[in-house]
């Protein structure tokens, strides 16, 4: 795996053979007007952007294209149609623990093929921001191997000894010998940042607490305030765009959360498309004060829109 600055151009994989993509998605000279809400219907879809207007995906993964570890109907025949047609996608995820590599493996077992540069994790999210502020920092790290990967490879230096930040991502097996590390230094001055602001994560057993807890337990003993770099941050949706050359008129979000997937992609000046086959449906989205450009049952429905 490698963290790779926003460039000119992107290899992307096409049927087994691998073409160089050099355009760069430029906004249309004319937008479409954003149509009023139904009288009966205030969640009801506002489609400003067809699906052959749109040339840039960005999609969530669980909920999204997965659901207990198997693929939603509709998936993988969407996923398939972009490396096809050699459209630049990324599926995004909170998830600081597995590398691109690791995910991809896991996905393909959902019956999911992504190639693995079109993963984009916050753990790498967060090494291309700390590559920006600071190259080569120094960071004492709390984290699994998705996070150390990203951070060593964009060229920091992993340690406790007088770091420039503390990086908090998600592990399975919190210590609390290393956390008591970290907030020793935090409060020598040592920046922190986390990864994803997620206070559980799912286990067969049940809920596990996640980055946001632990952030939370640290702020309170440092008075510190982390900067978390992954949704609904749209540090999260620029750091991806800029990754694959996108701009934003002509790319959309795909989620299935109206406060984390739908908001960051509407702050981050998206096409955003909410589909109902995970945590967000039909009728809770009258309960927040913004809209999505779309709502859909499932990513299947977007797919014979494209």
């Known amino acids: 795996m490698r963290i790779r600055l926003p460039r000119r151009a992107a290899r992307w994989k096409t049927g087994g053979a691998s073409a160089v993509v050099r355009a760069t998605c ?9 149509s009023e809400p139904e009288p009966n219907n205030p969640a009801g879809p506002v489609v400003y952007r067809s699906g052959q207007e749109i040339e840039c ?59 693995e540069e079109n993963i984009w994790t916050s753990a790498l ?12 920092a120094r960071a004492y790290v709390i984290g699994e191997a998705g996070l150390t990967t990203a951070l060593h490879e964009s060229g920091m230096i992993l340690t406790d ?30 920046r922190f ?15 596990l607490p996640a980055t946001g807890a632990i952030a939370a337990l640290i702020t309170k003993a440092t ?8 949704k609904p941050n749209p540090m999260m949706f620029r750091s991806a765009m800029n990754q694959i050359d996108a701009h934003s008129e002509t790319t959309a979000m795909i989620g299935d959360r109206m406060d984390t997937d739908i ?19 039909r009728e809770d989205i009258s309960a927040f004060p913004f809209r999505p450009n779309q ?8 797919l014979q829109q494209l």
């Open 125 to 136: 999210a967060t090494a291309g921001f700390l590559k920006d502020q600071m190259p080569r």
């Open 193 to 207: 940042i986390a990864t994803n602001p997620d206070a559980t994560g799912p286990s067969r057993d049940g809920v």
């Open 223 to 230: 008075g510190r305030e982390p900067y978390t770099i992954g």
């Open 263 to 281: 908001i960051a992609g509407m702050e981050a000046g998206l096409h955003t498309v909410l589909v109902l086959s995970g945590i967000t449906q």
């Open 57 to 115: 995906w960005l999609t969530d993964m669980d909920g999204v294209l997965v659901h207990e570890n198997h693929a939603i109907p509709g998936a993988p025949e969407l996923i398939q149609r972009w490396v096809d047609t050699s459209r630049r996608f990324l599926v995004l995820t909170n998830n600081s623990i597995y590398t691109p590599r690791d995910l991809a493996a896991r996905l393909q077992t959902s019956g999911l093929s992504v190639p």
């Open 295 to 302: 709502v859909l049952p499932s990513v299947r429905e977007l």
């Open 26 to 34: 430029t906004p249309h000279s004319e937008e479409r007007p954003v």
């Open 161 to 190: 000894q007088d770091p420039d930040y503390v990086v908090l991502g998600e592990t399975r097996t919190y210590s609390f010998e290393a956390i008591t590390t970290a907030i020793r230094l935090i409060l020598d001055g040592a």
